[in-house]
């Protein structure tokens, strides 16, 4: 991926790149750039520091900088996506106020205290051991700092087995660690955080599904790039597991006290 990247970059004659046109791989969650927006509608104007779990290719952390002036970390175990997180940053100007890290949400390398916010987009599905994702970012905010989540959940009844796989967050079901939202929000309580919004964005994800399926993808920085040749079944199988009503999308604001 690094190297079509590279490639695509420096042949275009485009060298004033704008943070809207990586959004087909930078953006890798459903609802794209509006639902990230929507999101940081819940963002106090005061929250400036950020950390970005699950960064992917980086596009949450810049939108951050460019519309609430904030300093993104970004955040991501994919050493390739930071390297491509970085490319695609150096390729637009001015530069987005954002730096990018390897690493383990479970295991963040930062003191307590050290942001303002934490925003995770479709960055926990991946992860069995939640409780201890929670303490760490509960940890590493300042007290009244948030945590912004957008994530795909199970439905109430169903289990991980009714899920079709391939998805964009897992090859196979040994890679996925869906949870409930009641499970999600129990754990979080219990570790002091208080969940001041909520909502469930289901029918709007299938409905930006359905959209850009039937949109031509403006190339070259289109799905496959990021995910590979079978974007467009895990794509299919996203949208087949939400209609069959295995998975929600929710988003939630918490706060530390
Ligand atoms: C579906 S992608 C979402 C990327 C990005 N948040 C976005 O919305 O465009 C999920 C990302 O989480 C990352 N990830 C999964 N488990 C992780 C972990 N334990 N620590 C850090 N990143 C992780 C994956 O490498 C992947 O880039």
New binding site residues.
């Given amino acids: 991926m690094l190297s079509k990247l590279s490639l695509l970059l420096g042949n275009s004659s485009s060298r004033n790149w704008k943070i809207e046109d990586f959004s087909g791989i930078?953006?890798?969650?459903l609802g794209g750039i509006p639902a990230?927006l929507a999101l940081l509608d819940w963002l106090p104007s005061s929250a400036k520091d950020g950390l970005?779990?699950?960064?992917?290719?980086g596009?949450?952390s810049r939108l951050l900088s460019a519309t609430r002036d904030c300093n993104m970390l970004g955040?991501?175990?994919?050493h390739q996506?930071i390297e491509a997180a970085m490319l695609l940053n150096k390729n637009i100007h001015p530069e987005p106020s954002c730096q990018f890290v390897v690493?383990?949400?479970?295991n963040l390398p930062f003191p307590k205290h050290s942001f303002d916010f934490v925003i995770?987009?479709?960055?926990s599905?991946?992860?069995d051991q939640k409780e201890t994702?929670l303490k760490g970012l509960y940890r590493v905010l300042r007290p009244q700092g948030h945590l912004l989540i957008?994530e795909i959940m199970l439905q109430q009844q169903a289990t991980e087995s009714n899920v079709l796989y391939p998805t964009?967050?897992a090859h196979e079901k040994n890679d996925s660690h869906l949870c409930h939202w009641h499970t999600f929000k129990d754990l979080a309580l219990a570790i002091g955080f208080k969940v001041d919004n909520f909502e469930d964005n289901t029918e709007a994800a299938l409905t930006w599904i359905r959209q850009t399926r039937q949109q031509k993808l403006k190339p070259p920085f289109t799905p496959p790039l990021a995910l590979g040749p079978s974007a467009a079944v895990m794509s299919t199988n996203v949208l087949s597991n939400i209609e069959a009503g295995y998975l929600t999308v929710v988003s939630a604001r918490l706060c530390k006290p």
């Fill in positions: 930078d953006q890798l969650h990230t970005d779990i699950g960064c992917g290719l596009g949450t955040l991501d175990l994919n996506y690493g383990n949400s479970l995770s987009q479709h960055a599905m991946n992860i994702l957008h964009p967050w």
